[in-house]
């Protein structure tokens, strides 16, 4: 009778001590290697703005995998205000691998100047439920860029 109790403490130790070799074994692969973003979007630090107003931001991407059409957003916004501009939108690849994306889009006249301002790439899935194609985010990344004049 008493086997059983015995047994059954010798597997948990066992257990244990496998569980603790891998954690270690792991641990120490992670420490030397920096980890990979699987699902990550930057943003360059400088943005242009052409002679007739139009806006250009960039940055990369990546993503593993995505079940309906994924795309690449950006926005900005300039000094104190609260007035978001959308910049374009990117078709995007999910594939692990790291892609470029590049934005363009004229705002109002006048909305944006050369200078400092903030903007907010977003990777962003068009997921179908019951019929309706819903939003999943990916990534989003803020960065503060300098607009520059062409």
């Keep these: 009778m008493r086997l ?6 010798a597997a948990g130790a066992a257990l244990l001590l496998l569980t603790g070799a891998t954690a270690a074994t792991a641990t120490a692969a992670t420490a030397t290697a920096a980890p990979v973003a ?3 979007v930057t943003v360059d630090s400088v943005g242009r703005i ?8 960039s940055g990369t991407y990546r993503c ?4 309906g059409p994924v795309f690449v957003s950006s926005s900005v916004s300039q000094g104190v205000s609260t007035t978001r501009h959308g910049i374009g939108g990117t078709r995007a690849v999910c594939d692990g691998a790291e892609h470029r994306w ?3 889009g ?8 050369p200078g400092a301002a903030h903007v907010e790439a977003t990777l962003m899935e068009l997921r179908t ?17 300098t607009l520059t004049q062409d």
């Design 4 to 9: 059983r109790p015995l047994l059954g403490a």
């Design 64 to 67: 593993q995998s995505s079940s």
């Design 106 to 113: 004229r705002p109002m006249p006048g909305a944006l100047a």
């Design 129 to 145: 439920f019951s019929g309706l194609p819903l939003p999943h985010f990916h990534a989003t990344h803020g960065q503060a860029v």
């Design 38 to 40: 699987y699902e990550a």
């Design 50 to 57: 052409a002679a007739d107003g139009t806006v250009t931001f």
């Design 102 to 104: 590049v934005n363009t």
